[in-house]
């Protein structure tokens, strides 16, 4: 019986980001990631300081809790974290999939799984320089390759500065095929604090500015439309 560490399921709220932006979701988060990017906004599912808010649960529990979120109506589920590539969906998905639900997945791309190509999305989202993590290309075309010939794959990456920016384009030219979309970064990511809507919008302008100046014409360029809602408030 597969296990899975959960740091939390929520929902249903909308999908804030990225490719299914504005889709009904319940997310299930996971625990743990072997990343520790400098500015992550989930660090209570990262740090091992909160492990022991960490759930252990096997599959039927975890695929009770989102069918009980949803009223067993079949929405959108997105895995994320931590980095849920982690751990096995694989029994999740093939569960949720036989009634009609969807999946979607989050992950940096750093570990590739076989249950990638029974999802509808996978979203990879590399990390640029201000995360203080560098990409292992090899590692980022295996998920690329884990997924065929499955689900719809996309890229989002998050942009902090130039340097992000510039990075962002190079990643662009290497992977031309791949649907992107681009998100300005969020420095305030403590859950106590307020968040600031002029600094957030501040920030997405700057990054519609750039890329329109640039005639840079191929990705979408989003908020995070939950922070926008809700600021950095947890389960949402
Ligand atoms: C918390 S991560 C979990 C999934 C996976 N570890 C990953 O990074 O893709 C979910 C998404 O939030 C983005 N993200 C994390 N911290 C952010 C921040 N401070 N501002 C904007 N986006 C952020 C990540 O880049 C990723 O696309
Ligand atoms: N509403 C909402 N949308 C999201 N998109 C990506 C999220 C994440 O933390 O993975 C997230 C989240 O935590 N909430
Ligand atoms: S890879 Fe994702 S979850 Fe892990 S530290 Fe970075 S943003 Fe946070
Ligand atoms: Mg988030």
């Given at each position: 019986m597969t296990r899975l560490r959960i740091a939390e399921i929520f929902g249903?709220?909308?999908?804030?980001?990225?490719?299914?932006?504005g889709e009904p979701t319940v997310f299930v988060r996971t625990g743990g990631c072997d990343y520790r990017c400098?500015?992550?906004?989930?660090m209570h599912a990262v740090?091992?300081?909160?492990?022991?808010?960490w759930a252990s649960m096997s599959t039927d529990a975890v695929w009770d809790r989102v069918h009980t979120l949803s009223g067993g109506r079949p929405l959108t589920v997105s895995l994320s974290g931590?980095?849920?590539?982690?751990?096995?969906?694989g029994p999740l998905i093939a569960r949720g999939r036989a009634e009609g639900y969807r999946f979607a997945c989050e992950t940096q791309g750093s570990i590739a799984k076989?249950?990638?190509?029974?999802?509808d999305t996978l979203v990879l989202s590399p990390k640029p320089p201000t995360s203080g993590e560098s990409v292992d290309w090899s590692a980022f075309a295996a998920c690329i390759d884990a997924a065929q010939p499955g689900p719809k794959v996309v890229m989002k990456i998050v942009i902090f500065d130039e340097a992000d920016y510039d990075w962002a384009r190079s990643v662009a030219d290497r992977y031309p095929t791949l649907p992107l979309y681009l998100q300005p970064g969020n420095?305030?990511?403590?859950?106590e604090l307020p968040v600031d809507p002029k600094t957030l919008s501040d920030r997405l302008l700057w990054l519609v500015e750039k890329v329109t100046a640039d005639g840079w014409f191929t990705p979408r360029v989003l908020p995070q439309l939950h922070v926008l809602l809700w600021g950095n408030k947890r389960g949402v």
């Open positions: 249903p709220t909308i999908q804030g980001e990225g490719a299914l932006i400098s500015w992550c906004d989930s740090d091992t300081a909160f492990r022991h808010d931590g980095n849920p590539a982690i751990q096995n969906f076989p249950w990638f190509s029974n999802l420095a305030e990511v403590d859950p």
